[in-house]
């Protein structure tokens, strides 16, 4: 029977070529997507070049144009990653868009995964943007070891805070999300060092700071520029590692447990 | 390439074979799914044969969309069975043959069509060619749009052209024309009436009784998650044939209720609503008694008219 066989006979195992151009694919289209979207391109390339505009290159010369780089740096893939997997999830479930992905064979993993390469990619244009302007506006000079290894830390940077986005995204209704992420991001921001050094922060404040994963990232990127705090940059790896894996995890439980509701 | 000729080999071993022999594709067997404290499909049973086009029929809130979220396995039954395509609809592997068009409230508006599809395209192993995807969904002349940009007609027909540009066996469509205007609807029309000429299964969910007579082979009757009736749709419409009487009478509701074939008799502000099988001989006989009768209106059955008629007829219907 021509009908059995057809029962009988299982998919071909999909090939890695297979994989690896739907992951091509959905990067490059979650790029384009975000980039056309207006209200978050410009507010996520566009906040730290602004600052650095009117704080970095009014003290030219001074540390603080050298100090800013880094620091602003970790401000824009922080917010791109926030508000782009955060926002960027939060909206699409509401919509009922991930239902229709969801049900297509698009493996789940480049869903997130092309979202995260997307943010850090324009994480990667704020970092040249800002060193850019140093070198120009700001009269900083700097190696070309230092600019690398700024972007390698911004790109790491990028995991804990997917991470974190997508818990965003999955506590957080698409409407309150702008609000919610802003409630965090901001005061994190603040409180970590990306706009002045942590030792000008209020006593108070100083003690709250080493419980932020920005703060550890803060120190990792401004420890290239020497600007670091002292102490192991070992921690603050660690720190980020263990912030990553709490943040999965939760996001873990709360998923199934909707899974399970569903 | 060898896989679209399998396809082909098996839809076309599948028609000479009764629709009614053919090999279940999928099947929900028993399930009920509740949210919290709705009941949303009660013990509900439901197979799709190779190559049939089947209607899941009923009001809003019914159960249609539960029903294909569950074949999807996007979510899982409290208790009974899915299977579809010999597998559990979660395992990802049987999702590469299988197409969907969902009800969305926005699609990411800033990708034009055309990358749309080509994104969707690369999901499957053996998808159709773009231009193919374009030609049959429509959508030449918007294919570099935005989809932001589109009319509801357009979103529609590009939900359309994702759903089958992976030229799946099987393919679910969850309310394809609900808030179209009758052109796009009937263009829709005919893309799946070409996707069943091609010998796919399909599912469609729908709340117009003349969609489901159009389209379906099977048209299944579902309300508040329960199994109405099913049939093919000249059983169906026998079932819910009658007409819609409309007039200002001065006879008594009791003595209409007694005419032969009616079904039931109801009052509307001044007025009296009639649903009978036979409502020529019924007016004749209104007219004959009442010569003050006017505003007279004769209509086919709504569809909830149909579900009362259903429903009356008999509580507990297994076609």
Redo the contacts between chains.
Sequence with gaps: MATNAIAVSAPRPLSLGYYARIFRKETHYEFVKMLRTKAFSLSVLGFPVMFYLLFGSSNRHNMFARYLMPSYSCMGVVSACLFGIGMGIAMERAQGWLEVKQASPMPRFAYLTAKMISCAAFALVIVAALLTLGITLGGVTLTAGEALKLAGVVLAGSVPFTAMGLLVALLVPANAAPGVINLIYLPMSFASGFWMPVQYLPHWLKVLTPALPTYHLAQLALHIFGYSQGGSMLTHWEALAGFTLLMLGAAWIIFTRSEAKA | M??TA?IT??TQ??WP?PLSQ??TVARLHSVTKRYGQTTALDKFSLELR?GEVVALLGPNGAGKTTAV?LL?????PNSGSVRVL?RDPRD??A????G?M???????E??RVR?HI???R????NPLPAAEVIRIAKLEGIADQ?FGKLSGGQKQRV?FG?AVC?NPDLV?LDEPTVGLDIESRRALWDEIRALSAAGKTVLLTTHYLEEADMLAHRIVVINKGRLLCEGTPAEIKHRVSGRRIRCITQLDPEFLASLPSVAEVQLDREAVVILAEHPEQVVREMLLRDETLHGLEVSAAALEDAFLALTSDSPETNA
């Design positions: 060898s896989a399998v080999e098996a071993a599948a074979v053919a090999r190779a979220r999807l396995g996007l979510i899982s010999g990802a592997d999702r590469t043959r299988i969907a969902l009800q969305v409230s926005r699609v990411p800033m990708l990358e080509d994104l969707f690369s999901y499957y192993p935005m939900l994702l992976g679910f």
